[in-house]
């Protein structure tokens, strides 16, 4: 359970998250949409523990992050940041190990999670291929390898909370169903999940409860359907959307036809 | 939960290379010791070698009579000794450069650390008394390691917060401001010359050719602790150096107290590199062309890479500096001539290669 209560959060001079509450119970996706630089990532960070808050607390499992070490918070949450990189070429399966760093284990039951996390993810075939030459979808999945690693926590622990931020840039439609899939089952199995993304239906399709954010300000944070109804979307994206929550079964969500690029 | 077929352990291969090349390394080591006592102007037999070793514990009052005794004692025997923990000093600080500053191509020499240190050394020569007075006369032999240290630390230092105000630390800037600190270094050197005396002077020209050849018990005794304290603080930082390379974000993700091993990697990579430019002078690229041909063989992994550095470096330099005294014999060519002749295209060649890669 991820647990933010009354969290603000500075850049320089600038106010970015305004006294921001908002709970991820175990089990559930949260999914936080918004437009650019309305502090999507920033809360992310701040959940994770990357920065420093200017006023509030976040708990993860009830324990204040700010009261921890870095290796206590690697044990209550893992993070999948947006564009990882890395310029030395290690081994796939040496990459997905550095998720189980926080743990104390022998190697055997380390290989044995970072094998299950490479096949979450359907890379484990590549499991001995240098990083350096695997292409930009990829070594997306191979980090979204290390987050699962990281995730399965140990004996003894509760699930960890998982923090996407922004998973499906790089990946083609078929990839981003799977990196979902490995979102959603994540949560089925126990943890608190928040994902930061930019497609709206994917929001609507994934999420349990979905966040819109606006200038550090929430607009609101419901189920889907409520969350993301065409009023609310204007006001956080200043442009009007078609939402249709029946089509084929799913939703689509995109901006009103008129809006968008029309062929001469 | 793993496929059937699926009961091979990861990277078998890799862990089969590790071993030959640590076996090879570690045979490698004490046969490069003895060709190092056993070469030079007067050779020393293999067999005679051991003898020659045992006299001043056998005979002391025969050493001053035994050339080849004296010569060991006296000369070679340091010679060996400061070469190779310079050697290893430089790479693993080298290695460990590369790591906090996440770019193979960061080396304390081109990164301008070893000239911070040899201004600061440099400094400490012309404008401090060789001895001190008193109680703290024990502590002179110190003074000028003391300030290689100090000049080692601030450049390091100063690098670091130059180099984090990106997301990744970008090989231009680290390099630019390599050139500016080893531009501002060359004038201080320069300006202390001016004022130097003749002793001051023949000390000070030292530092531009490096050498081992001023190797003495004296400062074999202070590369020593040295090397033990940078070995305790760095080896440990294996898997926190690897999860570094990712970046400092994600190594917290990973529960890597990123401050506290940037700062015991800084102090590491001062004291080793500071430590050997105050007893050798600036000896280049050993610790770029060490850790670069190790990766090509261990991977980029640091738990392998760190100890491989040690050995690799220490036994380079010994092996650069048996042949700088012995190939054009009797000139002896300084070894950082020697390994800057190599370092230097190997260098180039490195930058060729990564400008090939996506």
């Not at chain 1, 890379?123 to 070594?139: D, F, Q, V």
């Not at chain 1, 204007?234 to 959307?241: I, L, N, R, S, Y």
């Not at chain 2, 390091?156 to 130059?162: G, N, Q």
Request: net charge positive.
């Amino acid at each position: 359970m991820i647990d933010a209560r009354g969290v603000s959060v500075d850049r320089g001079l600038r106010r970015v998250l305004h006294e921001l509450s908002v709970q991820v119970r175990d089990g559930e996706v949260l999914a936080v949409v918004g437009p650019n630089g309305a502090g999507k990532s920033t809360l992310l960070a701040a959940l994770a523990g990357d920065l420093p808050i200017r006023s509030g607390q976040v708990l993860v499992h009830e324990h204040r992050l700010d009261s921890l070490s870095a290796s206590a918070i690697a044990r209550l949450r893992a993070v999948l940041p947006q564009t990882p990189t890395l310029a030395f070429d290690y081994l796939v399966h040496e990459v997905v190990a550095l998720g189980r760093l926080p743990f104390d284990e022998a190697s055997v039951e380390r290989e044995a999670q970072v094998r299950a996390a490479l096949h979450a993810v359907d890379m484990h075939r590549a499991a001995e291929r240098p990083y350096l030459t695997l292409s930009g979808g990829e070594r997306q999945r191979v980090h979204l390898a290390r987050a699962l690693a990281q995730a399965a926590g140990a004996d003894g622990l509760a699930p960890l909370a998982v923090l996407f931020d922004e998973p499906l840039g790089n990946l083609d439609p078929a990839q981003q169903v799977g990196v979902l899939q490995v979102v959603r089952r994540v949560a089925d199995r126990g943890a608190a999940v928040l994902i930061v993304l930019h497609d709206l239906t994917w929001a609507a399709r994934l999420a349990d409860r979905v966040l819109v954010l606006r200038d550090g300000h929430p607009l609101a944070c419901a189920p889907p359907r409520e969350a993301l109804e065409a009023v609310v979307l204007e006001a956080a994206f200043d442009v009007p959307f078609d939402c249709d929550w029946a089509h084929g079964g799913g939703s689509v969500l995109l901006p009103r036809t008129g809006f968008t690029p029309q062929r001469a | 939960m793993t496929a059937a077929g699926d009961t091979l352990r990861f990277g078998k291969t890799g862990r089969a290379r590790r071993r030959v090349l640590f076996l090879a390394l570690s045979g490698m080591a004490p046969l490069a010791v003895i060709a190092a006592l056993c070469a030079g102007a007067l050779p020393i037999a293999p067999t005679q070698l051991v003898r020659a070793l045992a006299t001043p514990m056998i005979s002391p009052a025969d050493i001053a009579g035994d050339p080849s005794a004296h010569i060991l004692w006296a000369l070679r025997l340091p010679r060996a000794l400061l070469a190779f923990a310079a050697g290893a000093l430089l790479a693993l600080g080298g290695c460990c450069a590369q790591g906090v500053f996440r770019n193979p191509l960061a080396d304390p020499g081109l990164l301008g650390i070893s000239s911070g240190a040899s201004v600061a050394a440099a400094t400490a020569i012309v404008l401090l008394p060789t001895s001190l007075p008193g109680t703290l006369a024990l502590l002179s032999p110190w003074l000028v390691p003391g300030a290689a240290f100090a000049g080692a630390m601030t450049v390091t230092t100063l690098l670091f917060h130059l180099s984090r105000h990106s997301e990744r630390p970008r090989v231009q800037t680290l390099l630019l401001s390599g050139i500016a600190v080893n531009a501002l270094c060359f004038a201080a050197v320069g300006a202390l010359i001016t004022i130097a005396n003749d002793a001051q002077l023949r000390t000070l020209s030292f530092w531009t050719l490096g050498s081992v050849a001023g190797a003495t018990w004296t400062s074999v005794g202070i590369l020593v602790p040295i090397c033990a304290i940078a070995l305790v603080l760095l080896l440990p930082q294996a898997r926190a150096l690897d999860a570094l390379l990712l970046g400092e974000r994600e190594a917290r993700h990973v529960g890597i107290d990123v401050p506290r091993v940037v700062r015991r990697c800084t102090v590491g990579i001062a004291l080793g590199v500071g430590g050997t430019v105050a007893l050798t002078g600036l000896i280049g690229f050993v610790g770029l062309i060490v850790p670069h041909l190790l990766r090509s063989v261990l991977g980029p992994g640091h738990r392998a890479l760190l100890p491989g550095s040690v050995l690799g470096g220490g036994l380079l330099l010994l092996l650069a500096d048996t042949a700088s005294r012995t190939v054009v014999a009797p000139i002896e060519v300084p070894v950082g001539v020697l390994t800057a002749t190599i370092g230097g295209p190997l260098f180039l060649a490195l930058l060729q290669s990564r400008r090939e890669q996506p």
